[in-house]
């Protein structure tokens, strides 16, 4: 087998080393019970070919050819050629976690120049080497607000993702952590701050909100920053579009950022591996779970970079310790650094303002919903038709719409997210437009008297 | 003598923020086709940042020097082996990067209509089948997105299972050679940890199980093989006393590269476990991750799995969202995708033959570098050992020398270390994993590495106590890294 590399007479040698006539003898201290006595019952192996023609395959039987509409959290954004060169090099690619400094200088390095970035995007102090992704990154910033804090109470904004939420009860539900939600204003689709105030009390540690959310809207997060600082808990601000932050004010105001960076050059994949970013203020550094990276020197003199802080961890601390997480998301992360790198400055904002301009284009021809701002993802109501109908219609014209709110707001069960991008063409967003008001004209008994 | 390798030059690459100078371009967007629109206006004035400082600002071309000249910094697999015990360093087909990128799949939305994912949900339903065959366990979930978070999983699928039997219970019994995953899993699933002794061979002690197990001990996590390399021979009298009592077996299963095809955990007692398949399974561990780690359950465990699960509905697949006793979602979507593609074309690529026969090369590894090195490092547990051998320092330590100091000498000899002294049970453990991937060649240079610095530890210590002195960075100092912690450029 090709990932065998053994000959039968070095495998022969080897057996005489070992002092057996089989490999099989190898396994004879297993219990008769315990071992299997038949072959697995899964089809022999196939060649390269063979497993690329089953995958094309099946990649055939998903969406090929279509324009979408869809963001919620995965955005359909460009790649540049150069993420894939750089990370299929074998040297980042099969490399271990860098616990070896003298031999990880290139991994250790580029984590330090991602930190630093993600501390210069979120306008925080520091930035562990990424999380599994936004959706678990929100209950470690939870637990790292209420160890923080000493208090266990968490609330959690409506508008925040709703499979973040479900995470979050996940995490909390056996940790002595309650969740609470509070709302958001039904015409403006940005927090409801009076419902924050309601909510809050002395024994909150966490205040948890999303900007922009998930109905695309720009929260305001300095006055969710004053309530919960007021009462003595932390504000935890989560983003799932980073691509957002090439032109929003940066989360200064909050403690915690925790967010997604899906749009940095990781493919959606039909959701994940992804990279999740845990950053905050020098001074809770100490709770911050997952690995760090450091700047030293090595007994040369030299500068060198290091894993550090490891007594927060597990391999360390063990039950004692800030989160049970061991693994970090490198190679993603490595993707998000050099699409950064490649956008750099000028780029990211650039880029921003493209997708502002898009989903402004296409939400000019539609009404929107709520009259909040938004960035590139913003809900609309669909008149006379059920928002899966319309979905219906524009799959016929190859165009994916965009998400039904029904599944996770029953009260915006008439309503869809739409998300533009710079991938987004002005043609398709036209039939969209043109889709989305010929459900509203069938609606309309008047105009289509009208119309006959 | 060094044979494996010799010094060549190293590029020096100065940091991203350190190369940058304003206006400096790596992009170029298309043509907006769409009227621009102000910021200001659209966002509020005070929603727009004037810039992000200290944002780099590089050409293209500096930035692809940049990453390669810090690749070569790296060891990594496709320069060696990588004898890291627990770790399963094995060779990352390269098929799998390719399959993974294949548009229908790397562009899937996670939100697109289920009638245009069905290649995706078959490549999931596929998966969790031969993952279900391969552990001998009745279901499978692909969400979780690595191995501790599926442990995480497991504890939580326990926890609901006691409660709906009445009594959650309090405690997860750990042993003393655990990862330390477990007991910090443990803690966030809310339960408190009481340790087990190993025996005096490196086994769970099941005498002292059955001591220990009563109406508070929820589960007990057991690693299988443990962290010594060694069969927990008595797994089953051990499922028998916790069943018995009410309470489960959880199976760590980052060591399921010694068993796959040769023994099953749902065939000796194991209620719920997880697999690691950027180790057994060959996805790349790109310098730390991403991961994936499934879990796989009895069917009584099955209820309360994580949503969405997926079903058969006639001729398509559908997602069933309702499902009441569920411990809920652990991860937005429905699991690290991308790494399940590459695992499930390295399971295709081998076929049941194929990972049988990789078992047993995985412990012909293991077993030929302990025949080897048993005469030259002391070896505490001689219990016959499977994909991983654990020797002990004792002998350098009287020179001296001690575990950490013969990786770092390993490094000059162009290998990467071994796990550095873990588990936590042996006195300063050296800990040798090789995987099926290593040929006669590489181990044979491996072994002879490990010998000569035996000898040189003999003969000059202190030459052995400063080593690396070949890499381009030296030793580093780690405790001013922690003292005075630097996170970030700052100019």
Redesign the interface.
Known sequence: ??????SDS??R???D???VGS??E??A???E????QR????????S?Y???E???????????G?A?F?G???Y?HYR?V?V???????????????Y????????L??I??F???I???TGM???N??M?????AVPEAA?MAVRATGKGRVLVAKSV?P??R??L???A????MPVAEFGYAADGGTLDLEDLERHMDGLTGAVIVQSPNFFGM?EPVKAAAEIAHKRGALLVVVFTEAVS??????PVDADIAAGELQSFAI???????Y?GILATKEKF?RQMPG??????????G?R???L????R?????????T??????????A?MAT?Y???????????????N???A??LAGKLKTRFSG?F?NEFVVRVEGRTPEDV?KAL?KRKI?GG?PLGRFYPELADSMLLCAT?MS??AD?DVVAEVLAGAAVESSGAIKEVLA | MIKKVTTHLSQNEALLFERSSPGKKGYQLPELDVPAVDAAEALGADNVRAEIPGFPEVSEVEAIRHFTRLSTWNYAIDHGMYPLGSCTMKYNPRINELVARIEGLAWAHPYAPESLCQGAMEVMARMEAALAEITGMDAVTLQPAAGAHGELTGILLIRALLEKKGNPRKKILIPDSAHGTNPATAAIAGYAVQNIRSSETGLLDVGALEKMVDQDVAALMVTNPNTLGVFEDHIMQAAEILHRKGALLYMDGANMNALVGMARPGDFGVDVMHLNLHKTFSTPHGGGGPGAGPVAVKKALEPFLPTPRLKRVGKKWAYDYKRKQSIGRVKAYYGNFGVLVRALAYILAHGGPGLRNATMDAVLNAVYIRKQLEPYFDLPYSSPNMHEVVFSDDRQARLGVRTGDIAKRLIDYGFHPYTVSFPLIVHGALMIEPTETEGKLEIDQFVEAMISIAKEVETDPEMVKNAPYHTRTSRVDEVTAARKPVLRWKG
């Open positions: 087998m090709r990932y065998l590399p053994k070095e495998r040698q080897m057996l080393v070992c002092g490999p099989e190898l396994f201290h297993l219990p019970a315990v071992r299997l072959p697995l019952d899964l089809p022999p192996g196939i390269e063979e497993i690329v089953y995958f094309r395959s099946r990649a055939a039987e998903n969406a090929n279509y979408s869809l919620a959290g995965v359909n540049p150069l894939d060169t750089v990370v299929s090099r074998g040297e980042f690619l099969t490399a271990y976690t860098p070896q400094a003298e031999i990880s200088q290139g991994t390095t580029q330090f120049e930190q630093t970035m501390c210069q995007l102090d520091v930035a080497a990424s599994y992704d936004g959706s678990t637990m993702h499979e973040y479900e995470v009860r996940t995490y539900k056996h940790q002595g720009v932050m090439g032109l929003l004010t940066p493919s959606p994949c039909y959701g994940g591996p990279a550094i690995r760090l990276v450091g700047q030293t020197t090595d007994s040369r030299n060198a970079f290091c550090t802080l490891a007594t961890e597990q391999h360390i601390r063990r039950e004692k310790a989160s049970n997480i061991c693994t970090n998301q490198a190679l993603i490595l050099v950064m790198t490649v956008y750099g400055k000028e780029g990211l904002r650039e880029l921003a303002e493209q502002l301009a898009k402004h284009y701002k960035f979905n799959l994916i998400l710079e063409r002005r967003m």
